[in-house]
């Protein structure tokens, strides 16, 4: 049926129905803006120094293996658990993480136990991340921290007093897009004193992928240049962890005939 003269007489028996369509798009209009307004403030917000430092610290922590890498270069690179975990907090808001690595056959026996620091980098550095290394008062009582109950670590107190010498400072910066890491960076080029095996000094690669993975390279140098220890090839790809990755912990890797010593000393170092 098509609409007659009622249609419009009803419009003109309401004057005040155009003057609130009118209002009620206005606020409409402006709710839309302002909702508008907030997302892309949200979306655009920038990422601060300290969330830079977070998300390293929380991309260091947890259980990480090299397990494809050995099967896949066994000659070069072993099996190696990779295990971090936050330990404390400093006054100025840096985190202390435990860290410790161990082959993938005994993980409770780590040969190497260290303190990383994680903290923004100073202003005037052009980097995002600073990563350092410290030894440990007494690496013994250490041993295995991420793996006890909270309640049988050593408090965040006593961390702290136990923290030694500074060993090495790593700066990351944010990696460009369409790159597959995160954060990337290394110590500075001549690198801090080390004394293994020859060595005078010794440097340090650093990159965090995204899930969590983490490609660290660390080599020695002797006084003339020559590399005496750490892998040739690239860094040590570390992979977090699968749930089922200690139910084949007991299956033999295929090591190839190289002599172990020679493997030990030519892939990564066991004692500093």
């Keep these: ?34 909702g508008g307004a907030l997302l892309v403030r949200r979306l655009t ?47 100025d808001g840096s985190k202390v993480l435990y860290f410790e690595q161990a082959f993938w056959r005994t993980p409770h026996k780590p040969f190497r136990q260290r303190f990383f620091m994680v903290k923004p980098c100073a202003k005037e550095l052009k980097c995002d991340v ?18 006890r109950p909270r309640d049988q670590r050593p408090e965040p107190e006593e961390v702290i007093g136990d923290i030694a010498e500074h060993l090495t400072t790593i700066h990351l910066k944010r990696c460009e897009r369409g790159k597959r890491c995160l954060y990337e960076g ?31 390279w660390d080599r020695g140098y002797d006084v003339d240049g020559n590399q005496v220890w750490g892998v040739k090839g690239g860094p ?19 090591f190839a005939s190289q002599p172990l010593g020679k493997r030990i000393e030519g892939s990564f170092v066991l004692q500093e």
């Design 1 to 34: 049926m098509c609409p007659g003269s009622e249609s419009v007489s009803d419009s003109k028996s309401d004057p005040n129905s155009n003057g609130w369509s009118r209002a009620r798009g206005a606020v409409l209009k402006s709710l839309v803006l302002i």
């Design 45 to 91: 917000k920038s990422t601060t120094r300290w969330d830079h430092a977070r998300i390293v610290a929380q991309s260091l922590s947890g259980e990480k293996f090299s397990k494809e890498q050995a099967v896949r270069d066994p000659d070069n690179y072993f099996n190696f658990r990779w295990l971090s975990c936050p330990a404390a907090d400093m006054v």
């Design 130 to 147: 600073e990563v350092s290394t410290y030894a440990i008062r007494d690496a013994e009582e250490y041993k295995n921290f991420c793996d």
């Design 186 to 216: 290394s110590t500075p080029a001549d690198g801090f004193p080390n004394s293994w095996n020859g060595a005078t000094r010794c440097t340090s690669e650093l990159a965090v992928l995204k899930n969590n993975e983490i490609h660290a």
């Design 236 to 254: 040590y790809e570390f992979k977090p962890a699968p749930a089922s990755s200690f139910d084949d912990a007991f299956n033999p890797l295929s």
